[in-house]
């Protein structure tokens, strides 16, 4: 059956930026989906259109007709639907009619066994769908499933009927080749005429030659680059081009970049500046208020600082810009005025001033102010910094948590939040306080998320610390965990954050420690100690898997609980090195046996061996074979050399084997016994310091 291309296009009006790429995506993957589910689609090519005014689909290889199809309609059984005789029964011919057959039909019924009875069962031919058919289904499920954060109710053209949608559209295009599909959709019928760029298509309506005419039409009829691939790429182009002529670069930001490309319809980027006077103002103010107020791109020199010249991108392209450029000046620059007065505003107020200021803030009704929890950060991270430094180093710690949240009660801070922490940090450096305190200010937020940095040094990082640890052990005294996929108060993230720091900082600090300490100024209870140690160790269970390592590695390592969790990613990698040793089954196996063999004893069983009592060969060779190897394996873990201290053990292997094939551990004299379980739980303590390698056994 031969096929042609299709084109479908829904014309809007604006549609909300920040989601344009992904209804565009869902609008022609519905499509694709539903046309192949209708059999009218086979090995087709799908190109997704979207504009801030369109969302339209191009696909290859589409047939005016699905082939038709045997199926076989399950009926009843033989038994309801014949009689003795063989006769349709009236249920049967009840069936037979909702079916549009009669009873004629009966002779062509077939008889399968299903296991338990015989089935009646029509076969017949299903006509394949139509192209209006399927299409019109598939547009309707497209509409259906599109991500739309919020819609709008609004009357169509007949003044009578009203429909939901995330904005008024006002035309429908289907054409498959240079035919159009009589499908309908929100009060409009398909046509191939489409609308071009509101100010600088060349003619107001673009009728379609064909379904594979779309872009090219478009492009130079109605001056719009549909594909949003294409007009992202464009952007990009000419972002960098103006820059160059400046020796300057337009600053980085893919959402920035997405919601432009959200915005125009042709882009033109143009060259615009403000008063230098307002770079006195820290540049991630202004960065942040161009960015997201006006959505300019800010352009910094080759040092990364920030310059007084910004690129517009525009949707027009008249022939002198003066205006458009001039226009775009004067709407940045009380912005920009605006930043600068309230910098100047909270550097007239110190930051310890201000401190009473946080009593006044609610953080959580069952955990009360912001100044209490303020409290809370200090006393914690005080008592993690006497574990690490000297009396001064314990005072930084102290007055960073003291001011770490200060910057909150500021107007900058006030009118754009994501600068919490930063603005801190600028203000602490106008005070003349240390720099490692001013920058432990802006750290303690980090790491904010996966793959964020870590705080530049370690009073921050002990800040941060705090932070976490009273967040996370706060909100679980009261009750307050992440429940399936809920997790408001970000605990996940505060957890790994937690982990990440003391994973990668090796600081001297013992988890178990730390949380204890935390509890205690929530006078929280063991239970909720150990829920904490739970989800924080499946937190970290799930990052190094998602790092490479597999779950019988991570579980060896973890199954040990290790308090200092800066040795974990040396004892994974050790693990991970022991396994790839020959050896490595076979005494993971054995270690496995040997901690069932324990486990099943009543009482402690100390690892200890006395010489005297080891009567088999087999036996006798273990005990020589440990007494040479776990020394040095003992003296490698001391040091650290964890994956040495494995590779040391997989000489044991065969000493290992052969006991286990000539000798009883449950022999019937007691001393014996207990001397064989004393060889065992030498051999297990000795092969489980680094990890349980049982863990490892298939």
């Not at 006044?360 to 209490?372: D, I």
């Not at 920058?439 to 705090?466: C, K, N, T, W």
Request: glycine fraction near 6%.
């Amino acid at each position: 059956m031969s096929t042609r291309n299709l084109l479908v296009e829904l014309f809007v009006e604006e549609l909300p930026p920040k989601v344009l790429k992904k209804l565009g995506e869902s609008f022609s993957g519905v499509l694709a989906e539903s046309l192949t589910a209708s059999g009218l689609l086979v090995d087709g090519t799908v190109t997704t259109f979207a504009s801030p005014r369109r969302l339209a689909a191009h696909i290859t290889n589409v047939s005016a007709k699905a082939a038709d199809k045997q199926v076989a309609q399950k009926l009843m059984p033989a038994t309801v639907g014949l009689d003795a005789n063989g006769n349709a029964t009236p249920a049967l011919l009840k069936k037979l009619q909702a079916l549009g057959e009669d009873e004629s039909a009966v002779a062509k019924l077939r008889k399968e066994h299903d296991g338990k009875a015989d089935i009646l069962f029509l076969d017949a031919t299903q006509a394949g769908a139509t192209l209006s058919e399927g299409l019109q289904k598939a547009i309707d499920e497209a509409l259906a499933k599109l991500p739309i954060p919020k819609v709008m109710t609004y009357q169509i053209n007949d003044g009578w009927q009203s429909v939901n949608f995330v904005r008024p559209a006002h035309g429908l295009v289907a054409l498959h080749g240079n035919e159009v599909v009589p499908i309908s959709v929100l009060g409009l019928s398909a046509g191939n005429t489409t609308q071009g760029h509101r100010f600088e298509a060349k003619q107001p309506v673009v009728t379609l030659t064909s379904a594979d005419t779309y872009a090219q039409q478009l492009a130079d009829e109605g001056a719009v680059i549909a594909s949003f691939d294409a007009r992202r790429a464009e952007i990009v182009k000419q972002l960098q081009a103006a820059a160059d002529k400046q020796g300057l670069k337009p600053i980085e930001d893919d959402a920035l970049l997405d919601e432009v490309t959200a915005l125009v319809e042709r882009p033109n980027v143009l060259l615009g500046q403000f008063e230098e006077e307002f770079l006195a103002v820290p540049q991630e103010c202004l960065i942040l208020t161009m960015k997201a107020n006006q959505k300019y791109f800010p352009l910094l020199d080759a040092s990364g600082k920030l310059t007084n010249k910004f690129l517009i991108v525009s949707n027009i392209n008249p022939a002198d810009a003066s205006k458009v450029i001039g226009g775009n000046e004067r709407v940045v620059r009380p912005r920009l005025a605006d930043a600068k007065f309230f910098f100047d505003q909270d550097r007239k107020k110190t930051l310890e001033s201000r401190l009473p200021g946080l009593g006044k803030v609610v953080y959580h009704n069952k955990l009360g102010s912001q100044g209490e929890r303020n409290e809370r950060v200090v006393a914690i991270a005080s008592a993690i910094a006497q574990q690490i430094g000297g009396d001064g180093f314990v005072a930084k710690v102290a007055q960073a948590a003291r001011l770490s949240k200060i910057d909150l009660l500021t107007d900058m801070v006030g009118e754009f939040p994501e600068l919490q922490g930063i603005m801190g940090r600028y203000y602490a450096q106008h005070e003349g306080l240390a720099d490692d305190v001013a920058y432990a200010i802006e750290d303690h937020y980090r790491p904010r998320f996966a793959g964020d940095e870590l705080p530049r040094s370690q009073v921050g990082v002990v800040v941060a610390l705090a932070d976490k640890l009273e967040t996370l052990v706060g909100l679980f005294s009261i009750g307050e965990k992440p429940t399936g996929d809920k997790d408001p108060f970000a605990l996940r993230r505060q957890a790994l954050g937690i982990l990440r720091m003391l994973m990668e900082t090796d600081l001297p600090l013992a988890f178990d420690q730390l949380i204890a300490q935390t509890l205690s100024v929530f006078n929280g209870s063991q239970e909720v100690a150990e829920a904490i140690k739970a989800f924080c160790f499946d937190r970290l269970a799930v990052n190094l898997r998602d790092q490479g390592a597999s779950a019988q590695e991570v579980d060896a390592v973890l199954s040990l609980s290790p308090n200092q969790l800066a040795e974990v990613p040396r004892r994974l990698s050790a693990v991970q090195a022991f396994a790839n040793l020959a050896e490595a089954p076979a005494l993971a196996a054995a270690n496995k046996r040997v901690s069932n063999i324990l486990k099943k004893v009543e009482g402690d069983v100390k690892a200890e061996v006395k010489a005297e009592l080891l009567q088999e060969p087999a036996e006798q060779a273990l005990h020589q074979a440990l007494v040479a190897t776990k020394p040095k394996a003992d003296q490698l873990f001391e040091t650290g050399d964890y994956t040495g201290s494995l590779q040391a053990l997989a000489v044991l292997k065969a000493p290992v084997d052969t006991f286990f094939d000539a000798v009883m551990v449950n022999a019937d004299d007691p001393a014996l016994k207990a001397n064989r379980l004393g060889l065992l739980a030498t051999l297990h303590q000795a092969m489980n310091r680094v990890a349980d390698l049982s863990k490892l056994a298939s």
